[in-house]
């Protein structure tokens, strides 16, 4: 790599921690020397595999001028083509100019329901911007080559006399006692056990003990805000454990996972990352509680994690056959035994659940949770519902 290619570097990585975007830079050629994703977008979606910057690419290089760009899902990209000795190009985005409607979305793009679900982690992720704040971006686009510019000699005034005091002083002390370390295993062994069990309370407990074990703070004496993001990694890393060890489907623990990763990085105030530990440990014990899979056998497994993840589908049991390498009357036999349901029913308990959940946090019309929950009929959704809870989705609704 050559000087100018470092210094325009260097300038992408000003850029994207002035604008928190994903921020791209191709030579000439279309390849890219720097990328650096905030976010990264879901598979069935256009422009995933950087796709939408690629395009862009092709467009912006015929034009010096700021190149604004809206793909048909209304993500939204900034990009500007430069030259030193060769020519280059810069890019910034995804980002929202207004909130979507994913239901919209959803009947549009006829999605199923891990995309709906992977789709809204990947929308509460992009920045909703306003106008002010994309003329702003497309004017710091605009000034890139300023960027490339030496960077600033400081000096450094400190107003600590007590140099020999500071000199003696190591902040970076890792060493631990070996006792402190086997109690801090063994806090985190008896924080999984609680989980497993679904006691929340007992959690909480152990985990403000074991937080009281980590050197964080001396690694990290300036950092508060570090220290607490470290904790917070640490637990999602725990409770991650508890829950794959009592199989929950790997789908919900990777979205349970990828939801707090995201807030856990990009949360910037202490009170809302303690807020965090406590709702992490909701979080997980409850999708243990609902979840947990290690009491039924492999096949019946496999059968509840493909439920899960295709409720919203009509049932195909000669799929399910053959995925679980059995007979479909053997299966249905197998799976009334373990779970006191039949396969269909239990994809109702699914949909049923999932519809509740709508109920009490969108402000959706009835008919448009029938068909995402996978009733094509609003009025036999009604029916099954009211047999199922004792109200009427309206009523639920009403009283909660």
Do not use: C
Request: net charge negative; no cysteine; hydrophobic share 35%.
């Amino acid at each position: 790599m050559d000087y100018k290619q470092a210094n325009i570097l260097t300038a992408a990585m000003k850029l994207y921690n002035l604008t928190n975007l994903n921020t791209y830079v191709l030579d000439q050629n279309g390849d890219f020397i720097y990328l650096n994703e905030k976010v990264t977008t879901p598979p069935f979606m256009p422009g995933t595999d950087e796709r939408d910057t690629l395009y862009l690419f092709q467009e912006i290089s015929k034009t010096n001028k700021i190149y604004s760009y809206l793909n048909e899902w209304n993500l939204h990209y900034l990009g500007l083509s430069f030259e030193t000795e060769e020519k280059y190009t810069i890019i910034i985005g995804p980002f929202l100019e207004a909130t979507p409607d994913i239901y919209a979305l959803t009947r549009k793009y006829k999605l199923l329901n891990n995309e709906i679900e992977d789709l809204r982690i990947f929308l509460n992720q992009l920045d909703v911007l306003s106008i002010d704040k994309i003329n702003t971006f497309a004017s710091l686009l605009n000034q890139f080559e300023l960027l490339l510019q030496k960077e600033p000699d400081f000096e450094i005034i400190n107003p600590r006399n007590n140099k020999n005091e500071m000199d003696t002083k190591n902040p970076y002390n890792v060493s631990e006692e070996e006792d402190v370390i086997k109690m801090r295993y063994k806090i985190e062994e008896k924080l999984i056990h609680a989980v497993e069990a679904g006691d929340k309370r007992k959690a909480k407990e152990l985990h403000i003990s074991n937080n009281m074990l980590f050197s964080f703070s001396d690694r990290f004496p300036n950092q508060p805000l570090r220290r607490v993001k470290n904790l917070a990694i640490v637990l999602n890393t725990l409770l991650r454990t508890a829950a794959r060890n009592s199989k929950v489907p790997a789908i919900l623990i990777h979205r349970i996972s990828e939801k707090y990763v995201y807030e856990i990085e990009y949360t910037s105030q202490l009170a809302k990352l303690y807020h965090l530990y406590d709702e992490m440990i909701d979080s997980y014990s409850d999708v243990v509680m609902s979840n947990a899979l290690r009491k039924y056998s492999k096949v019946v497994q496999q059968v509840i994690e493909y439920l899960i993840n295709f409720y919203d589908q009509q049932i195909d049991k000669e799929e399910l056959s053959t995925l679980t390498f059995t007979h479909p009357s053997h299966l249905s036999r197998k799976f009334k035994q373990e779970t006191g349901l039949t396969i269909t029913g239990y994809q109702q308990t699914l949909r049923i659940n999932q519809a509740k959940y709508l109920l009490r946090s969108e402000n959706l019309p009835i008919e448009e949770i029938a068909w995402l929950v996978g009733y094509d009929d609003s009025s036999y959704f009604t029916r099954v519902f009211k047999k199922e809870t004792g109200s009427t989705p309206t009523q639920y609704r009403e009283e909660n």
